[in-house]
């Protein structure tokens, strides 16, 4: 008897053994890709990288022109998703009942998710830059990264409405208010710190991404900053992507330090969504 | 009544506006398939059949045999999978299960940083540090392989697959375990035998999802995978250059001339890339809904 349960304690700690096994070599790897790219990449950072042109044929000089490039495509998808996901998130929450038609909303929200960030970059091509002729701009770029960001800005928001209690919503009707009334008054201001987090972490994916960009509105290398949403732009993912596989003799500390700007870039608005929810999860009395 | 009218009118132009806002999403999917079908379509007609699931892709002498690249995309899906599915299963038991708190406040933000870094920077990790590695310890000629973009994508894969699995976990109901602990089971033995099988269902969905995301990944995939459009058919074409969908699209669509065969051709591919990501994430959405409105019991 004791030599039996002994045996499976033994087995359990084998089992558990794995299981942190696995966890570690998940856990590892990422800690070295963030590493390697800090410990080889932060000698290049300096001011004069962030803020001036590229020059000698992008060998020498900054990368500002690239990180204009990136702000301004992330904001405009902020500008044109926006609209889109959180309407779309308060009808899902708040109006829709569970109809066919509804199931197909989240269809279709699941497969705009799902479809291949290439795929989008076709898309707007085929849509925004030559059916529309936007050419390649920040314009047609913007709109498509947007159309990207949409499906997690819809869900991210629509979990954050759910949250508030139906209460809430009664209270509101019993008082006299109307439905609108109710969301925007006291649903809405309840939800805010979720559907921002949830915009965040939707444009932290829009401006990291590369294939979305490459047909619509990416250049190579630009003398001076876009003057106008239908002009091409640099941007820090596609700036990455050409010095380090499209340029000979590219030095790779200004392939590591454009790595780390755009990681920078990235992980600080992932860290600023994360405060945002903890913080206002801490604080709210429901 | 004079005051109720402006407020009704809002009312109803807020619900307009938002259920707008809810059906674009439907709007947006048909509006990419339409374009894609539009600009892909052509190469259908222009193609000869023969030419087009051939096993050779040489646009500049009109071979657009596009089964190399199904090929290259499907070896490095499956291999990304059969690398993360271990990993990611297990971590997410770990994470549920197992792990102490401090443990778990460690890992799930580790999992979200990995989430959260831009495929061509992991593209560019992958290029820079793990390809040699890989050229040295197999001994092949070149470290940018099939196995090395498999190993970036796996990762890639990892946190949806996680995320997806401890939710079927979390699924499994508390009696399962009470009743599994009260009859003198361990703890591994109640994971093992009884939670993770309740959890299976769950486990393939999020397997799907990890496939859907594999199997659309282009930037460093591109970047890793050396890009020869040849057939991987034999055993250690895991370990040669294999070129993906994704990639061949990415490489190509720069250089091509708007309403060409070619141009055609690309957006053809683009149309099998959004009929399987389609199919995979319809069946894995629609296990997900199921498993909702039954309340998470099977």
Redesign the interface.
């Known amino acids: 008897m004791q030599e039996i349960s002994s045996r499976r304690y033994v087995v359990q700690r084998i089992g558990f053994g794995v299981l942190v096994l696995a966890a570690l070599l998940v856990v590892l790897p990422i800690l070295l890709v963030v590493g390697a790219i800090i410990l080889k990449g932060i000698g290049a950072i300096n001011w004069e990288f962030l803020t001036t042109m590229p020059r000698d044929g992008m060998k020498a000089g900054g990368i500002f022109p690239a990180i204009v490039g990136t702000l301004l495509l992330t904001l405009g998808a902020a500008l044109a998703a926006i609209p889109f996901g959180v309407g779309g998130a308060i009808y899902l929450s708040e109006y829709a009942r569970d109809t066919w038609l509804t199931r197909a909303i989240r269809l279709a929200i699941v497969n705009l998710a799902g479809i291949p960030s290439v795929v989008y970059g076709l898309f707007g091509l085929g849509l925004f830059v030559l059916f529309l002729r936007f050419g390649t701009s920040i314009l047609a770029g913007s709109l498509t990264l947007a159309i990207m960001t949409l499906p997690i800005i819809i869900s991210t928001s629509e979990e954050a409405l759910r949250a508030v209690p139906m209460e809430f919503r009664t209270v509101s009707a019993s008082l006299g208010g109307t439905r609108w009334q109710g969301i925007r008054n006291i649903v809405l201001p309840q939800a805010l710190p979720g559907i921002i987090t949830g915009v965040i972490l939707g444009l932290l994916r829009a401006g990291g991404e590369t294939a979305p960009i490459l047909f619509t509105v990416a250049a190579f290398f630009l003398p001076r900053l876009p003057q106008s949403p239908f002009d091409q732009t640099m941007a820090l993912p596609y700036h990455l992507y050409v010095i380090s596989t499209q340029v000979p003799g590219m030095p790779l500390q200004v392939q590591y330090g454009t790595a780390l700007a755009l990681l920078a870039l990235v992980l600080s608005l992932n860290v600023v969504a994360t405060v945002i929810r903890s913080y206002f999860r801490r604080r709210r009395q429901w | 009544m004079s005051k109720t009218t402006p407020?009704c009118w809002?009312?109803f132009a807020?619900?307009a506006?938002?259920?707008?806002?809810?059906?674009?999403?439907?709007g947006?999917?048909l509006?990419?398939f339409l374009?894609?079908l539009?600009?892909g379509v052509p190469a259908f007609f222009e193609i000869a059949p023969g030419n087009l699931f051939g096993t050779r892709w040489y646009p500049t002498f009109d071979l657009f045999g596009t089964l190399p690249l199904i090929l290259g995309s499907a070896l490095i899906t499956v291999t990304a999978i059969v690398i993360a599915l271990?990993?990611?299963v297990?971590?997410a038991?770990?994470?549920r299960e197992?792990?102490p708190g401090w443990?778990r406040e460690?890992?799930k933000?580790?999992?979200?940083?990995?989430a959260?870094?831009?495929?061509?920077?992991?593209?560019?990790?992958g290029?820079?540090?793990i390809a040699p590695l890989v050229r040295q310890v197999f001994g092949a000629p070149t470290g940018l392989t099939a196995f090395t973009g498999a190993l970036i994508l796996a990762?890639m894969a990892?946190p949806t697959l996680?995320s997806v699995a401890e939710d079927a976990l979390d699924a499994v109901p508390r009696s399962y375990r009470d009743a599994a602990l009260a009859m003198g089971a361990?703890?591994?033995?109640t994971?093992?035998r009884v939670v993770a099988p309740a959890a299976r269902s769950g486990i393939v969905t999020a397997v799907m999802?990890g496939m859907?995301?594999a199997?659309?990944?282009?930037?460093a995939v591109m970047?890793v995978t050396g890009n020869a459009a040849r057939m991987p058919v034999s055993l250690d074409s895991l370990f040669r250059p294999v070129r993906t969908m994704?990639a061949t699209?990415?490489a190509e669509?720069?250089e091509v001339a708007?309403g060409s065969t070619h141009y055609h051709a690309?957006?053809g591919i683009?149309i099998i890339?959004?009929v399987l990501?389609?199919v995979?994430?319809?069946t894995?959405?629609?296990a997900l809904?199921q498993k909702r409105r039954r309340g998470g019991l099977r």
Do not use: C
């Not at chain 2, 506006?17 to 439907?26: K, N």
């Not at chain 2, 933000?109 to 990995?114: A, F, H, K, N, Q």
């Open positions: 407020t809002t009312e807020v619900e506006l938002v259920r707008v806002a809810g059906f674009s999403a439907i947006f999917v509006l990419i374009f894609l539009r600009e271990p990993l990611g297990a971590t038991v770990f994470v197992v792990a443990a460690i890992l933000p580790m999992i979200e940083v990995l959260g870094i831009p495929s061509v920077v992991l593209g560019f990790f290029m820079t540090l990762y990892l996680i361990t703890s591994w033995q994971i093992w999802l859907g995301r199997i659309g990944e282009t930037m970047m994704t699209i990415a669509m720069g708007a690309l957006f683009g890339l959004f990501t389609f995979i994430n319809l894995a959405a629609s809904f």
